[in-house]
């Protein structure tokens, strides 16, 4: 799929925006009634990157990172990621589990289960305000974390995606608790021709013309 200005109009971006605000306030209140105090989120940007972009986005193809990825099943199929650095790990761990302060750089299992699932909170949340805004099913499967350089997390998964869109939906969502600021990136790679379904079906729910 060529990235062509008709195809990703402004319009559809500003849908999706709202998409991600909703989702993220829906997420937030998910976390804070998790962790027992006020989770703010807020999302930091909204776009339709090329596959081959996204290490590149990340920080480049050797940048490590961390990733907690699941299927996506329903009117569109697919993979989610959601990408954190790795240096916030220990930190959005102590979060999630109401610590004071993370003792080791390692993460014990009871850490990587709550990361994983901060990861289908946060799908949870942003394919269901996707159903409620244009209407398209969509669940996720069991989340998988895993640690490594960028391009090597995404071969691994890509690999899974047979037939795939040449772009991804990215959300960047931070995360504000007390002093702590926190940033993710939400990304959804399609299979083919279910970008054409999401856009033409923000087309006639806001009744405006579009010919993904």
Do not use: W
């Not at 799929?1 to 998409?19: C, G, H, K, T, Y």
């Not at 907690?68 to 220990?90: A, N, R, T, W």
């Not at 080791?104 to 942003?126: C, M, N, P, Q």
């Not at 969509?138 to 995606?161: K, S």
Request: proline share 4%; net charge negative.
């Amino acid at each position: 799929m060529e990235m062509d200005e008709e195809v990703f109009s402004d319009f559809q971006l500003d849908a999706l925006r709202e998409i991600g605000n909703v989702g993220a306030g829906h997420a937030a209140t998910a976390l804070s009634q998790m962790v027992g105090r006020p989770i703010n989120m807020s999302i930091t940007k909204v776009m339709v990157l090329p596959t081959e972009g996204i290490a590149g986005f990340l920080g480049g193809i050797e940048k490590n990172v961390a990733a907690v990825y699941m299927p996506v099943y329903g009117d569109i199929c697919g993979v989610v990621l959601i990408f954190f650095p790795v240096e916030v790990l220990p930190s959005l761990a102590s979060l999630l589990l109401q610590r004071n302060s993370q003792s080791t750089e390692e993460l014990t299992e009871l850490d990587r289960s709550a990361v994983k699932e901060l990861g289908s909170i946060l799908t949870g949340s942003y394919l269901s305000a996707l159903f409620r805004f244009i209407h398209i099913q969509m669940i996720h499967g069991v989340p998988t974390l895993v640690v490594d350089m960028a391009q090597a997390i995404l071969d691994t998964v890509l690999v899974d995606l047979e037939q795939k869109e040449d772009v991804a939906i990215v959300i960047e969502t931070e995360f504000l608790e007390r002093e702590k600021q926190l940033t993710g990136s939400f990304f959804l790679l399609p299979e083919t021709g279910s970008l054409t379904k999401i856009f033409n079906a923000f087309s006639k729910t806001l009744e405006m013309p579009g010919d993904a």
